[in-house]
């Protein structure tokens, strides 16, 4: 093999074993999927216990994934996904400690503070980890 092939065959090879990982960043579906992967998924619930919440992630522009304990709550927004980005700062307006359906999250710049727009909340559907058999 010339020297001159031998670098393209090697970025040939990176470049097909990078593409999942990159592939899997870019589908919402795929990641939504691993995220719930081996999970159990339960009736809808209006509120959550916002202090509890130690993850929330941005799924493309439709959805946040709140994490409590091993249960993540999926939350498919009901209006304002256009506004949703994962850069930025997600600053949410409650009525005490619980984050319901309906409440809004506003999306806060980063780095300039200003604010970009709001999305409303829908249901917290819960995926929980199926229970262990002793």
Do not use: W
């Not at 970009?116 to 829908?122: E, H, N, Q, S, V």
């Amino acid at each position: 093999m010339t020297l001159a092939i031998r670098p393209l065959l090697v970025l040939a090879i990176v470049t097909c074993v990078a593409t999942p990982a990159y592939a899997y960043k870019d589908d919402p579906a795929a990641e939504l999927a691993k995220l719930t992967n081996g999970r159990i998924a339960g009736n809808p619930q209006r509120c959550i216990d916002l202090p509890q919440v130690y993850n929330t992630q941005v799924i493309d522009k439709t959805t946040i994934a709140y994490r409590i304990g091993s249960t993540y709550y999926v939350n498919k927004l009901r209006s304002g996904a256009e506004a949703l980005n994962s850069n930025d700062v997600m600053v949410t307006k409650t009525f005490g400690s619980q984050l319901c359906e309906m409440d809004t999250v506003d999306m806060v710049d980063r780095y300039g503070g200003g604010r970009r727009g709001f999305a409303i909340l829908g249901p917290f559907i819960p995926y929980k980890l199926p229970p262990k058999d002793h």
